[in-house]
């Protein structure tokens, strides 16, 4: 297949919620910029919202958006998040052929107090063995992979050195 960008990169669910300005169950020490919870309490929040997350997918979305062609090398796992993730890439226009299914779905949580988003990702080992024969991409974007990033990021560039290919590289 035939691509203007390809993107390599996690791909997880983010869990985004907003706590009220003012509330007397936690405190906000601006000196010192931390946030302080009682362990043990129950916080009303005053919204929350589940996005895509990862460079790979934000990149890949706004290309589609543009009027190119996207896809995303990825892994999520087989459970509702997955179906979430592959639902709005879908939606979006974005090819999910690449995209490797096993286990779990990474997920990052985060927590936007006055503004100021405090991310608590939960982000799954993985090996990452994608595969780009028999693709043709004018461009290739890396973005983050965690730890094991190594294999990944050198099949990504292998492909470049022997396609005409760019690269272009956000590591986060």
């Known amino acids: 297949m035939e691509f203007d960008v390809v993107t390599v990169g996690n791909a997880p669910l983010d869990l985004l919620i907003n706590l009220p300005e003012e509330n007397s169950t936690y405190s906000v020490n601006r000196e010192n910029n931390t946030l302080c919870i009682p362990l043990g309490e129950k916080i009303l929040i005053n ?17 589609t958006r ?7 090398f990825a892994e999520i796992g087989k459970d509702a998040f997955a179906q979430e993730i592959l639902s709005h890439l879908k939606k979006e226009g974005v090819n999910t052929s690449y995209i490797q299914q096993l286990g779990r779905t990474s997920f990052t949580i985060g927590l936007s107090v006055n503004s100021e988003r405090t991310l608590f990702p939960h982000l799954l080992k993985r090996q990452h ?13 890396l973005a983050s ?15 470049c050195q022997k396609h005409p290919s760019r690269l272009a590289f956000a590591p986060g």
């Open 47 to 63: 919204n929350s919202l589940f996005i895509l997350g990862g460079g790979a997918v934000h990149v890949a979305t706004g290309i």
């Open 129 to 141: 063995h994608f595969s780009f024969e028999n693709l043709r991409a004018k461009w290739v974007f």
């Open 66 to 72: 543009l009027g190119y062609k996207a896809a995303v």
């Open 145 to 159: 992979l965690g730890d094991d990033w190594r294999e990944a990021y050198a099949a990504a560039l292998t492909y």
